[in-house]
């Protein structure tokens, strides 16, 4: 078989690649090792970004997805910092009510791979290892268990342990820019917020790093916990303990788990994070999603940002074709592009995950927040606007927070 472009992967980055290259002409095969759908472990949480990015991706998705009844709208977010002082921040940008929302992943990326499927020019093959990736005169060789076939350009979009990556890239893991996560499924839990607000806590025994809670429908919840790798070792956390014993012991949480029921055993997984610039190209491959780490540092949160580059992707592939150029050189345009795109983003954020650190920092900005109304609104507006978010990690504006 002989297409233009193979995606190997076919979560939210493979899968946008893949619609916006549906108007291309371009013929695409998208290839998954798994069966659709199928489950990836994840927080399950969709950021208003996520919610734009499919509009931008295209039209007929954004009203599939405003019409898909099996989410769970989540108007804004409570952090609690160390000592338990929470700052509920809802999601509304220059008055304009928002929302996020939760959705099981295995149901999200079951609704973008169907989607895809609608493409005349788009081949799916599912359930297929790929065993081998080889360089040919013309292209790129890979082959499967039931399967091979050609093509001039790979997108790897297939997560953090990207075989594309480690078949033709580069990226290793660097542990001071990786995080360690675990998730579990309960039900019967109780006292989510109203507006069903995702709830984040940063507890002193897991910083830089959050528990996390996400409320579903009929008092489910998708709860779990991700740390810094290199704090995990260093100050030698068992996280599976740890999760269990802050459900277990801890007063906020406690009273909220104690008739809950884990509907699976705990599942962990790795966060590739964007606090550090990447090679994420080469000669006829592009990284994409966690393939490319490029989950945001302090949040943890990468949908949003799978989706964008899969959509930078194919808008680059495009180019290739137009200029019949598919090496490294003219690949670095992409690089180029995701870090002019994402880089800000990822610098403040891991700032802002670096002052994490500092836990009477982070107490103080807590309580100051609950005494006034210009910090709530700056916060706000800080969820939605990079220049904002900025403003956090000057010096000079907790100096000034002193005498508020």
């Not at 169907?114 to 990736?133: A, M």
Request: charged share 25%; glycine share 8%; hydrophobic share 40%.
């Amino acid at each position: 078989m002989k297409f233009d472009v193979a995606i190997v992967g076919a979560g939210p980055a493979g899968s946008s690649a893949a619609i916006k290259l549906a108007q291309s002409g371009l013929k695409v095969t998208v290839i998954d090792r798994a069966s659709f759908p199928r489950d990836k472990i994840c927080g399950d949480a969709l950021s208003v970004d996520v919610v734009n990015q499919l509009a931008m991706l295209s039209p007929e998705l954004a009203v599939e997805f405003e019409k898909f009844s099996e989410k769970t709208p989540a108007h804004g977010v409570s952090i609690y910092a160390p000592n338990g002082t929470p700052i509920n921040i809802p999601f509304v940008n220059k008055n304009v009510n928002k929302c996020g929302y939760i959705i099981p992943r295995k149901k999200f990326d079951h609704l973008l791979f169907q989607h895809l499927k609608t493409f005349q020019n788009i081949k799916c093959i599912e359930n297929q290892k790929i065993s081998k990736f080889s360089r040919t005169e013309s292209g790129i060789e890979i082959v499967g268990k039931d399967f091979s076939l050609q093509c001039q350009l790979v997108i790897g979009a297939d997560g953090a342990y990207s075989t594309v990556n480690k078949k033709l890239g580069e990226i290793s893991v660097d542990k001071d820019h990786h995080s360690a996560g675990l998730r579990m499924y309960y039900k019967n839990v109780t006292g989510f917020n109203e507006g069903n607000y995702i709830e984040l806590y940063f507890f002193n025994d897991i910083l830089p790093g959050y528990l996390w809670v996400f409320p579903l429908s009929d008092h489910r919840a998708n709860v779990g916990i991700g740390m810094l790798s290199s704090a995990v070792d260093s100050k030698r956390v068992n996280l599976r303990a740890t999760l269990r014993t802050l459900l277990d012991s801890h007063p906020l949480l406690k009273h909220r788990f104690k008739e809950a029921i884990p509907l699976e055993n705990v599942k962990g997984f790795g966060l590739p994070l964007g606090s550090k610039q990447r090679s994420i190209s080469g000669d006829r491959f592009l990284l994409t999603g966690d393939a490319a780490g490029l989950i945001d540092p302090f949040s943890g949160e990468g949908i949003a940002n799978a989706i964008r580059s899969g959509r930078v992707a194919a808008e680059h592939v495009i180019t290739c074709f137009d200029a019949h150029d598919f090496l490294a050189q003219y690949n670095k345009f992409y690089d180029r592009e995701i870090y002019r795109r994402m880089g800000k983003e990822f610098r403040i954020s891991r700032s802002l995950q670096n002052l994490c650190k500092y836990p009477k920092l982070f107490n103080f900005l807590a309580t100051k927040s609950n005494q006034s109304t210009y910090l709530t609104d700056l916060l706000t507006q800080a969820l939605a606007e990079i220049d904002v978010k900025k403003v956090l990690i000057r010096p000079g504006f907790y100096l000034r927070l002193l005498f508020r």
